[in-house]
């Protein structure tokens, strides 16, 4: 997608199992000026509690630059996809504090690059927690039994052009 359309400097990646919920939403890309990547998360979490269940490897901004490939490249070196799959799993597993299945994961060798490769990669990933990319949906769903109720007085505010 990134030499495909060199014309985008920021790509949306969003997991299958996604939703979107807020079509309005626009990111403040200007914060992220000096980051490659953007993720949802807790980064006390991360660098002190080495857990990798507190963020979120779904949903995240990616800028269209080479730094960008090349990390992309190390990190899908770690995935189910390669001969290295059992060997990274068990390395995954022994760094995080709260992963108890031994597969490797996404979400897991981000937080070990994280870890491990900060001055490499983390100095350009800047997880977020001012607001939501991305949630589990019971933690949302009661906020969307007045959404049409919501657009329809919305609707009233607006004049007609």
């Known amino acids: 997608m990134m030499l495909a359309h060199p014309e985008a400097e920021w790509i949306f990646w969003v997991d299958s199992d996604a939703v979107?919920?807020?079509?309005d939403f626009k990111p403040p890309l200007e914060k992220?000026?000096?980051y490659n990547l953007v993720v949802h998360g807790w980064s006390y979490n991360v660098y002190v509690r080495k857990t990798w269940s507190r963020v979120n490897s779904g949903v995240f901004f990616i800028?269209?630059?080479?730094w960008s490939m090349d990390f992309l490249e190390v990190w899908t070196s770690m995935g189910s996809q390669t001969p290295n799959f059992?060997?990274?799993g068990q390395i995954l597993t022994s760094t995080m504090s709260d992963k108890i299945d031994s597969e490797a994961d996404e979400q897991?060798?981000?937080v070990y690059l994280l870890l491990t490769e900060k001055e490499t990669w983390g100095v350009k990933i800047y997880i977020e927690n001012e607001y939501q990319l991305s949630g589990y949906?019971?933690?949302f769903v009661d906020s969307f039994d007045n959404t049409s109720d919501n657009y329809a007085r919305i609707e009233k505010e607006v004049p007609e052009l």
């Open 20 to 23: 979107f919920t807020d079509m």
């Open 32 to 34: 992220y000026k000096d």
């Open 63 to 66: 800028r269209n630059c080479q």
């Open 86 to 88: 059992e060997k990274w």
């Open 108 to 110: 897991s060798a981000l």
């Open 137 to 139: 949906w019971l933690d």
